[in-house]
T-cell receptor
Framework: TQLLEQSPQFLSIQEGENLTVYCNSS?????LQWYRQEPGEGPVLLVT?????EVKKLKRLTFQFGDARKDSSLHITAAQPGDTGLYLC???????????FGTGTRLQVTL | KAGVTQTPRYLIKTRGQQVTLSCSPI?????VSWYQQTPGQGLQFLFE???????NKGNFPGRFSGRQFSNSRSEMNVSTLELGDSALYLC????????????FGSGTRLTVV
């Protein structure tokens, strides 16, 4: 069974601070995705990374896929209240017809 | 283009009843997946369909079933509802497989009383 552990589980920070969310597994994934979910809505895809060591940037968000394709990180620079939400990583493993989701990181950014 | 549409948005059912949830994927998306989301367990995979065939199934009891129609629309059914089935049920579609990224619907909030 593939498991994805995210840390921290909860994060409450002030506007302007930087933060990093981690997604770790003992399994190798062919690709890894990050989603953000707001209350009452479904998750929204932020990025997909497929190559070990790959780094992708989306405005103030930087995503990295580990060299061994077992872990990933999401770094947010100068967080804003609009970044508030539940961040989920998800890995595609041996079977491409299924994604395994991480445990989630709930981020609260206050003024 | 229209997103993934799930109906209904909210549902209240009594223990022992059955329920059918509907999902219309993005036009051209042939893969449809279903997930159950609860505060304690997070997102748990139910099943995935592609071209009317179930390609993968999660570890849920047989009370949970699904199907996909020729137009890629999908339904999931839960029979003999239990209190523990209360959850947000999410449908997601992708062009060919989830590895290319999902587009999720807003979900159906099911409450079993």
């Amino acid at each position: 069974t593939q498991l994805l552990e995210q840390s921290p589980q909860f994060l409450s920070i002030q506007e302007g601070e930087n933060l990093t969310v981690y997604c770790n597994s003992s399994s190798v994934f062919s690709s890894l995705q990050w989603y953000r979910q707001e209350p009452g809505e479904g998750p929204v895809l932020l990025v997909t990374v497929v190559t070990g060591g790959e780094v992708k940037k989306l405005k103030r968000l930087t995503f990295q896929f580990g060299d061994a394709r077992k872990d990933s990180s999401l770094h947010i620079t100068a967080a804003q209240p609009g970044d508030t939400g539940l961040y989920l990583c998800a890995g595609a493993g041996g079977t491409a017809s299924k994604l395994t989701f991480g445990t989630g990181t709930r981020l609260q950014v206050t003024l | 283009k229209a997103g993934v549409t799930q109906t209904p948005r909210y549902l209240i059912k009594t223990r022992g009843q059955q329920v059918t949830l509907s999902c219309s994927p993005i036009s051209g998306h042939r893969s449809v997946s279903w997930y159950q989301q609860t505060p304690g367990q997070g997102l748990q995979f139910l099943f995935e369909y592609f071209s009317e065939t179930q390609r993968n199934k999660g570890n849920f009891p047989g009370r949970f079933s699904g199907r996909q129609f020729s137009n890629s629309r999908s339904e999931m059914n839960v029979s003999t509802l239990e209190l523990g089935d209360s959850a947000l049920y999410l449908c997601a579609s992708s062009i060919r497989d989830p590895g290319s990224g999902y587009t999720f619907g807003s979900g159906t909030r099911l409450t079993v009383v």
